[in-house]
């Protein structure tokens, strides 16, 4: 799936005047994953929304192969795929349109059938035509999964995805992590839960 | 290249028609912004039309200043603005097609109901086309410049009154030469040259505005 390494050099981030981390440097090759752990405020977040290329660090560079992360050929958004702490789902549109519209907003031609099967398999079949409104906390985290599933980007950027979920579907997205490392596909994740990933796994502690 | 674009349109559209009550208020608001004037200065008809031009610009100033607000900070709350910054197109676009449909829903409305409230205002047939063509080419500029201030004042306390002190002076060309046009008009001369102008700057606005907009959007979300 991705034929490029992700490399971070030298990374270093403040919040305020406090130094959150100095010199993260770490390259993920194809099919790999980085575990960010760390206690509360280290700094997590502020890593990922910096590999993301949504904040710059105050040293260091992110690159996508040799490209800086800002200046990647079609954009940042190309390469990796974010979910943050937020499910960035319009409350007034269905789960299906939401989606709908997040692939189109990517450039893709999302199929209807994908979709549907897509939130099926995360346990929201009769779900589908209800305004996301309606649905509760763990309900909108799975179709911001359901999103972040169906756009093919090499890299995903996770950030404490089994948040608000059951256990059920906490294994339904520890195969679809494996089978996106399979097809050579890079992650970062943070979580504080230990899921046993099957894979080429690494760790990243912070503070 | 342009599915992005028409998905990003299409979905403001439909958030905007599933809460109509949004835009309406807009339009109520200029409604009764203009009713409320021959109210307090007395119903003599030369006097307020010769008032109605200023009236009916500042109005629908006014009316698009309260609509602002919501512009980006929906988006920026539920964290699809976010996501926008990672969709694989330039960022000037897309902010350019939200402004297109903000000026679908807020200022369009106020050039289709602007005839009607020229009439209360005693203004004659060829002065209200000419209000309408100068609200026509005003209005997206008023989206436009708008759309700065609405990014820079995203995640604010107090946003909305933030982006009036900041937005209402710039907002002081577009009136002057949109009222200038139909007072022109008014008094027996040609209104092209204001309407000229006003297309001129809409042109310029068109083009600088997005992608100001853009690195303020980048700035408030770093």
């Known amino acids: 799936m991705a034929d490029r390494e992700f490399r971070a050099v030298a990374l270093a981030a403040e919040r305020g005047d406090r130094r959150l981390f100095d010199d993260i440097d770490f390259t993920l090759s194809p099919g790999q994953l980085l575990q960010v752990s760390g206690r509360n405020g280290c700094g997590k977040t502020s ?47 269905t789960a299906e349109e939401n989606i709908l519209i ?54 995903l950027i996770l950030d404490e995805p089994y948040a ?10 520890r195969s679809a992590i494996e089978a996106h490392l399979a097809r050579k596909g890079m992650i970062v994740i943070t979580t504080h839960q230990a899921v046993d990933i099957d894979g080429d796994c690494h760790n990243l502690r912070l503070g | 290249m342009f599915r992005p674009l028409l998905a990003l349109l299409r979905r403001d559209l439909t958030l905007a028609l599933r809460r109509p009550q949004d835009a309406l208020t807009v339009v ?18 030369e006097f307020l039309r010769s008032l109605a031009p200023g009236v009916l610009w500042v109005a629908a100033l006014l009316a698009v200043m309260l609509s602002l607000e919501r512009l ?39 050039v289709l109901i ?31 410049i708008g759309a700065i201030g609405a990014a820079l004042t995203l ?7 933030l982006i009036a002190l900041l937005i209402l002076p710039l907002y002081a060309p577009p009136l002057i030469l949109g009222a200038g046009a139909v007072d022109a008009v008014m008094h027996g001369a ?33």
Not at chain 1, 109 to 114: A, K, T, V
Not at chain 1, 164 to 173: H, R, T
């Open chain 2, 155 to 161: 995640g604010l306390r107090g946003g909305g009154v």
């Open chain 1, 102 to 155: 997040a692939g189109g907003l990517g450039g893709g031609r999302p199929d209807r059938e994908d979709v549907l099967a897509m939130l099926a398999s995360l346990g929201l079949a009769g779900y589908e035509d209800l305004p996301v409104r309606y649905l509760s906390q763990g309900q909108k985290r799975r179709v911001a999964l359901a999103r972040l599933l169906l756009q093919p980007r090499p890299l």
């Open chain 2, 28 to 45: 109520g608001f200029f409604v009764v912004v203009v009713a409320l004037f021959p109210l307090g200065i007395g119903p003599d008809p």
């Open chain 1, 164 to 173: 608000a979920l059951d256990v059920q579907v906490i294994e339904v997205l």
């Open chain 1, 47 to 93: 890593l990922l929304r910096i590999l993301s290329g949504l904040s710059r660090p105050v040293a260091g560079q992110v690159y996508w192969g040799d490209e800086p992360i800002q200046s990647v050929d079609g954009g940042t958004g190309s390469c990796l795929g974010y979910l943050g702490h937020q499910n960035a789902l319009k409350e007034d549109l």
């Open chain 2, 114 to 144: 602007s005839p009607l409230l020229a009439v209360q205002l005693n203004l004659r047939p060829e002065e209200i086309l000419i209000l309408m063509a100068a609200l026509l080419l005003g209005t997206p500029i008023l989206s436009l």
């Open chain 2, 72 to 110: 980006f900070s929906d988006d920026y709350r539920d964290g699809t603005l976010e996501q926008m910054l990672l969709v694989p197109e330039p960022l000037g676009l897309l902010v350019l097609t939200k402004i297109f449909a903000h000026w679908l829903i807020t200022g369009l409305p106020l």
């Open chain 2, 190 to 222: 040609s209104a092209q040259a204001h309407l000229s102008l006003l297309g001129a700057m809409m042109v310029f606005a068109l083009f600088a505005t997005p992608w100001a907009t853009a690195a303020a959007v980048r700035i408030m979300l770093d």
